[in-house]
């Protein structure tokens, strides 16, 4: 019963702080990127980097995406350069915020890729 009340309590402070409580658990499934005016959108972490990735697996850093709502034309998984994660060489083209384009990792993204379409060469 104790545990059950601190529970509450702490939950009740969260919420008149205005502190969202989110499902800490890895299980939990992230939601999917998603669709809208002719872009890909997809939550991504602060700062993070975007790359000139050459397919024999190196890469070099072009720029950073400083939003965490970014979007992303497609996905690819053909290069080598493994960047771990549920999608381990899965890298996903966009515009870096100075106007570079590049890849970003995987998992740099918080969002489902799946949903994203496949890269294809012109």
Not at 24 to 31: H, N, Q, Y
Not at 96 to 103: L, P, S
Request: aromatic share 14%; with cysteine.
């Amino acid at each position: 019963m104790r545990r059950k009340l601190l529970g509450l309590l702490g939950t009740a402070v969260l919420a008149a702080t205005g502190v969202a409580v989110l499902p800490a658990s890895p299980a939990a499934a992230a939601s999917g990127c998603w669709y809208n005016n002719g872009n890909w959108w997809c939550h991504n972490t602060y700062g993070a980097r975007v790359y000139s990735l050459v397919y024999d697996g190196t890469y070099t850093e072009v720029g950073r995406m400083w939003t965490t709502t970014s979007w992303f034309d497609c996905r690819d998984e053909t290069t080598p350069a493994w960047v771990g994660g549920p999608h381990p060489y899965r890298w996903e083209f966009t515009k870096a915020d100075n106007g570079a384009w590049g890849w970003m990792k995987d998992t740099s993204i918080s969002s489902e890729t799946d949903p994203l379409p496949v890269c294809v060469e012109d």
